[in-house]
């Protein structure tokens, strides 16, 4: 049985192949804008801290869909399940990177780096999502970082699985899905590994552990820490749907850079 309908895969594999497209267009669009950025910071920021960003962003995506294909159903090996985690630790702490960077190329540009006696912000206060920095952008840019959507976008994933990422459990892919035959053979499994352990017969534990390796199908989902009750999300339209909002949110910042 498949993870996704054909529906979704069909959506889920048209909206990668436009990728790559999405990236360059954008990669072109941001340099031409920092181009006529007069703050050497803000330029800095926008050049060699959105544009490689936004590269890593693209690289994570697709290799990520080359190691684990949305319509894969076979379990992934442990260094291509591995490989999977090491590439969306990439990206998530890429795009808040660019959240971030985006953030001080405004700030810069618009000369609200400064002393804080003088309503001015320093560098590490400068955030887009905190309501006392909102209120110094241009007022449409602000209306739009206010909305309920990205707002919720911003606090309950992208720093929530940053800041997971940074401090606290690492986001993982689970090895595999098990059906509930499945799940108690390896509990049975389990079990017996155990008694085999303590007896001394390593040889048989492993050959065990093997057959508890080819239990279920692969799992396309992502999680950090149960006991904070993170909600699993699936990984292949995360990815996308991430950067579709990284790509709308970079376009309204450029149209209303500037304060005035």
Known sequence: MQHYSDTMLKEINDAYSEVRYKYIDLTIEIASFASNV??????????????????LLYRCIDNI???????????LSQNDRLDVEINLHAFLINIYGIIENTALAL???????????????????????????????????CAYLSNKNIKQWYREYAKNYRDALAHRIPP???????????RQKF??????????????????????????????????????????EAKPV???????????????????VIV?????
């Open 107 to 141: 700030a810069y540009e618009n000369d609200l780096v400064g002393d804080e006696s003088e309503g001015k912000f320093n560098f590490r206060k400068v955030n887009l999502f905190k309501e006392k920095f909102q209120k110094k952008l241009n007022p449409q840019l």
């Open 187 to 228: 509990e049975r499994l389990d079990q017996e590994i155990y008694r085999l352990h303590r007896e001394g017969k390593f040889e048989r534990v492993s050959e065990l552990q093997d057959e508890q390796g080819n239990l279920g199908r692969s799992n396309p989902l992502f999680v950090h820490s149960f006991i904070e």
């Open 38 to 55: 007069q703050s050497k910071p803000a330029k800095e920021f926008l050049q060699k801290g959105v544009s490689r960003r936004l590269w």
């Open 256 to 260: 209303r850079f500037y304060c005035e």
């Open 172 to 182: 993982y892919v689970p090895p595999a899905v098990l059906n509930d035959e499945e």
């Open 65 to 75: 869909f080359d190691l684990f294909p949305p319509n894969r159903i076979e379990r």
């Open 234 to 252: 699936y990984l292949h339209p995360q990815l996308i749907a991430d950067f579709a909002t990284v790509e709308e949110l970079l376009k309204i």
